[in-house]
């Protein structure tokens, strides 16, 4: 495929009109996504016309009164290899004010799980009391954790090649 006047024109004012790169491929046909991926970069193309749904500010949540987080366990998407069951409470986790910690007010004897985005405002860690001398609260301790008797029996436990080609155990 070659690129002559008459398809760059083309690919340039369905670039401005917004259209995706697999949609300008498919209109020009005899071309792939990746191919006008780089056409438009070699011409050195501009950013395009944007949607008025994309330029808008997203709404945010309000906040809940009384100051407390509520924590909702993650959905697992995408790689599903590192996923494993566990049994949360229907009800969310809320986390009053006076528990919460700053990294300096962690013990031993507190949950070290942190609570939002390092960095940000809001950021703390749970601070409630950790269960038998582990690192977390007992709701935390049940995230984090999988007994080993589980991961048998779901299965997730198969030998694997080490770097010499010998079978290992994980």
């Known amino acids: 495929m070659s690129w002559n006047d008459e398809r760059v024109e083309t690919l340039k004012k369905l670039w401005s009109d917004g259209l995706s790169a697999s949609q300008i491929a498919a209109e020009l046909g005899d071309v792939t996504r990746n191919g006008v991926i780089g056409k438009v970069h070699r011409l050195g193309l501009s950013g395009r016309a944007k949607s008025p749904s994309s330029t ?66 809001d950021f703390f860690f749970c601070g409630g009391d950790s269960a038998d001398e582990q690192p977390y609260c007992s709701f935390h301790c049940r995230v984090a954790f999988q007994p080993n008797s589980d991961r048998r029996r779901s299965g997730s436990h198969r030998p694997f090649k080490d770097h010499g080609g010998r079978t290992a155990h994980a």
């Open 56 to 121: 808008a500010p997203r709404p945010r949540k309000a906040r809940s009164a009384g100051g407390t987080i509520r924590f909702q366990p993650p959905q697992v998407r995408g790689n599903t290899a590192l996923a494993y069951d566990v049994e949360f409470e229907p009800e969310l986790l809320e986390i009053p004010q006076e528990q919460r910690k700053t990294l300096l007010q962690l013990t031993d004897k507190t949950c070290h799980w942190p609570v939002g985005a390092p960095g940000s405002g």
